[in-house]
């Protein structure tokens, strides 16, 4: 198993604490606090840790605001304790991706475009890496909620051909997802931003391989609990947001999820590039940030500082997002 590191740059503070990020987190505490309250949707409590299995009663709590999350003792996951049915939640994300989209300017360019880059050279470094031509890829979802990714692959992906499975109310079998990629046959999928958000991360993992053929190569991203920023700041990071987060996974409680699908690991990295930006704003803006080395460390850092810390946190396996590559 490989462990490559992604020398990203540092993205400017906005890109976490501007307007369109605080509105985005807004939009998703309205849209879980609809369903906290309707009386006709269900939530189906977990009584193990989604990603290793442990026993809830062996966790530890995380947070307490809306609704319950927990620390798993065995391999550090954070996870809800109750989630609701994925059809209702694929149906608010839908909500607010229309709403997006009609107040986007078609011809703006992208603030997602260096995201976008990453993404891509990610699919070509393990494509070399493997020594294995992936030529035909599928995306899960990715392209409903950022709308610039269909353009980018078709001006940054030469020589692949890309296919792309949108946004839709599934069921909790993804009946939907596993009849595209029986159909398509793709040589790699790529899940950027579904891991987390699903209802059964191993029902969506499960469905991927199960209609996968043998030897398909599976991209998956999604947040890390291990990172600096959640050790630090624990349910305070500006990263947590509920409805998009019931499920944050360690990189060990994932690698024991993906080996008891049967999935086999290729790579695992944490390219995250925003755990030195918000620790630095948290730590030079904070009142009570005190916090031996850490304090002192971030209100002195300048720029290459920082860039530091990433790439050590990157080395360590200890950033915020953690990308692993897999194999049906």
């Not at 191993?202 to 398909?216: H, Q, S, V, W």
Request: include cysteine; charged fraction near 25%; hydrophobic fraction near 40%.
């Amino acid at each position: 198993m490989q462990t490559p590191v992604f020398l990203d740059h540092l993205p400017d503070i906005d890109t976490v604490a501007g307007r369109k990020p605080a509105r985005y987190r807004l939009t998703r505490n309205k849209a879980l606090m609809e369903l906290m309250l309707d009386d006709d949707s269900a939530w189906i409590p977990r009584s193990n840790c989604p990603a290793c299995g442990q026993p809830i009663a062996q966790s530890r709590s995380f947070s307490q605001s809306m609704i319950e999350f927990q620390r798993c003792g065995g391999c550090n996951t954070i996870y809800a304790a109750r989630t609701p049915a994925q059809e209702p939640l694929d149906a608010l994300r839908l909500e607010q991706v229309a709403a997006a989209q009609s107040e986007t300017i078609e011809d703006a360019p992208s603030d997602r475009e260096f995201e976008f880059t990453s993404l891509l050279n990610w699919v070509s470094l393990t494509e070399a890496r493997l020594e294995r031509r992936l030529e035909r890829v599928l995306d899960i979802r990715f392209s409903s909620q950022a709308p610039g990714w269909v353009g980018a692959t078709k001006r940054l992906s030469h020589n692949r051909h890309w296919d792309f499975l949108p946004l839709s109310p599934d069921s909790t079998e993804f009946a939907a997802l596993k009849e595209r990629v029986t159909e398509t046959k793709p040589a790699a999928i790529l899940m950027p931003a579904e891991l987390d958000r699903v209802a059964d991360p191993a029902a969506l993992l499960g469905a991927l391989k199960e209609a996968a053929e043998p030897g398909t190569v599976i991209f998956v991203a999604s947040s890390c609990a291990d990172g600096l920023e959640y050790e630090i700041l624990g349910a305070d990071s500006p990263s947590f947001v509920p409805l998009d987060r019931l499920t944050v996974f360690s990189i060990k409680g994932f690698e024991a999820l993906a080996r008891s699908l049967g999935l086999n690991i290729l790579e695992v990295s944490t390219p995250g590039r925003l755990d030195a930006v918000i620790l630095d704003r948290y730590f030079k803006g904070a009142e009570n940030a005190n916090i031996p080395f850490w304090s002192s460390f971030f209100r002195e850092a300048d720029k290459n500082r920082l860039r530091d810390l990433q790439i050590l946190l990157q080395r360590s396996l200890k950033s915020g997002v953690m990308r692993f590559v897999l194999e049906a």
